[in-house]
C-alpha cells in the first residue's frame, strides 16, 4: 500500500488492485443514507455530514481512514472513528469503539472485520468471512450474509438485504446477549435453529421467505437445542430465563420497498399527471 494525506486530516490508503469506480461508491452513499433514516440503529451520522459537506471531513473529529480500493493487507485502523473501503475486505480489518465502517464491496471468504467496541457497519456486497462484534453494534448487509457473525454485548441488530445461510455464535467465552436480525430473503428453519440453540438472552428474528410456514413462531424447546450441538443442559441452567424464552422468528414475506433498494437504486418518482 502507498500513503498519502488527504484534506481534513483523513489519512487515504490506496489499495493494490483497481479502485472502485467513482459511481459505485455515490451508490453506496445512498444506500447508507437510505439506512440511516429508515432506522436509528444505522446513523451514520460522521460519514454522511463529511459527504454532505463541501468542506470535507467535519472539524474536530478524530482523523478517518479511507481505502482506495480492495484492502488486501491487514491493517488496524487505531483510533480512527470512520473507516470507509472502497471495495473488497480480503484480510484482517480491525477497528476501534465508536466507529462507522462503511464498505463499498464484499467481505470475501479470506476477509475478517473486528469492531472492539460500539460500532455502525454497512457491507454493501455480500459477506463470506467473519465478522466479530464485540460491543453494541449495528451491522447492515446489501447482499447475501454466507459467513460468520460472532456476537459479544450487549447487542447486535442485523440487517440482511439478500439471504442468510451463515452462522452466528457468541464470542468464545462470552455469555449470548440480545440479537435482533431482520433478513429481507431466505433463512432456513436449519439455519435459525443453529441461532437459536445458543440461548440468546433475547432473540428476534424477521425473515422474508423460509421452508418454515408464513407466521409468527416460537423459539425452538430446550430438548431440541442441545440435540443440535447447543450448550450442555448444567450450562443452560445457570443461565437460565423464565420459560417461554424471550424473542420469535417471523416469516414475513419480501418487504415492500418502494423507494431505494438496499444497493442504492435509484428512487422510484412517480409520473406526473
Known amino acids: ?17 483497481t479502485a472502485a469506480k467513482a459511481g459505485d461508491w455515490e451508490a453506496v452513499k445512498r444506500a447508507v443514507a437510505r439506512q440511516s433514516t429508515e432506522s436509528q440503529s444505522f446513523d451514520f451520522a460522521t460519514s454522511l455530514s463529511w459527504w454532505a459537506s463541501p468542506e470535507g471531513f467535519p472539524k474536530g473529529e478524530v482523523p478517518g481512514t479511507v481505502i482506495e480500493g480492495d484492502l488486501d493487507q491487514s491493517l488496524d485502523t487505531g483510533l480512527a472513528r470512520v473507516v470507509h473501503v472502497h471495495g ?11 466507529t462507522e465502517v462503511v464498505i463499498g464491496g464484499s467481505i ?8 472492539r467496541g460500539i460500532a455502525k457497519i454497512y457491507v454493501d456486497g455480500d459477506v463470506d468471512g467473519a465478522i466479530t462484534a464485540w460491543g453494541m453494534t449495528s451491522l447492515s448487509v446489501g447482499g447475501d450474509y454466507r459467513g460468520k457473525v460472532e456476537t459479544g454485548h450487549p447487542s447486535l441488530r442485523v440487517h440482511v438485504a439478500g439471504n442468510f445461510t451463515g452462522t452466528v455464535a457468541p464470542i468464545a467465552g462470552l455469555q ?12 432456513s428453519e436449519a439455519t435459525l435453529k443453529a441461532i437459536d440453540k445458543w440461548h440468546y438472552t433475547k432473540l428476534d428474528i424477521a425473515v422474508g421467505s423460509s421452508d418454515l410456514k408464513p407466521g409468527v413462531h416460537p423459539l425452538w424447546p430446550d430438548h431440541d437445542c442441545e440435540a443440535h450441538g447447543g450448550p450442555k443442559r448444567s450450562a443452560r441452567l445457570l443461565a437460565r430465563v423464565p420459560v417461554p424464552r424471550p424473542g420469535f422468528v417471523a416469516v414475513t414475506g419480501p418487504p415492500k420497498r418502494s423507494t431505494e433498494t438496499a444497493r442504492g437504486a435509484p428512487i422510484q418518482t412517480p409520473a406526473a399527471p
Request: no cysteine.
Open 1 to 17: 500500500m502507498t500513503r498519502t494525506a488527504l484534506a481534513a486530516s483523513v489519512v487515504l490508503f490506496l489499495g493494490t488492485s
Open 88 to 98: 473488497n475486505v480480503s484480510a484482517a480489518l480491525s477497528v476501534a469503539p465508536m
Open 108 to 115: 470475501t471468504e479470506s476477509g475478517r472485520l473486528e469492531s
Open 176 to 187: 449470548p446477549a440480545l440479537l435482533v436480525m431482520d433478513i429481507d430473503g431466505d433463512a
